[in-house]
Nanobody, 116 residues
């Protein structure tokens, strides 16, 4: 079993930046991918960005160039640096880990609100 704990959400003005962090405890040798989904009110959960154990990133088109994902395998952490945030980035962001980007384990979610 793996437990994921997120931190770093909050309120930011358009154009601002936030960094989300996620730490994993426990073990599952099958874990390959770590990353982030988000869910805005009234919308389906969508993949934002993920990174494989070998470091290959997967970044959704609408955030490409603004969000950067990084992973520290030794510390079992994944970080999402979000720059030039827009109101449409407002959502609950969920950290995940799993054998694929569909995820096997999930964090509790952290709210990101982009508003002036």
């Amino acid at each position: 079993q793996v437990q994921l704990v997120e931190s770093g959400g909050g309120l930011v003005q358009p154009g601002g930046s936030l960094k989300l962090s996620c730490g994993a405890s426990g073990s599952d040798s099958g874990i390959n991918v770590m990353g982030w989904y988000r869910q805005a009110p009234g919308k389906q959960r969508e993949l934002v960005a993920a990174v494989t154990r070998s470091g290959t990133p997967i970044v959704e088109n609408t955030v490409n160039g603004r969000f950067t994902i990084s992973r520290d395998n030794a510390k079992n952490t994944v970080t999402l640096q979000m720059n030039n945030l827009k109101p449409e980035d407002t959502a609950v962001y969920y950290c995940f880990s799993g054998r694929s980007s569909q995820g096997d384990y999930w964090g509790q979610g952290t709210q990101v609100t982009v508003s002036s």
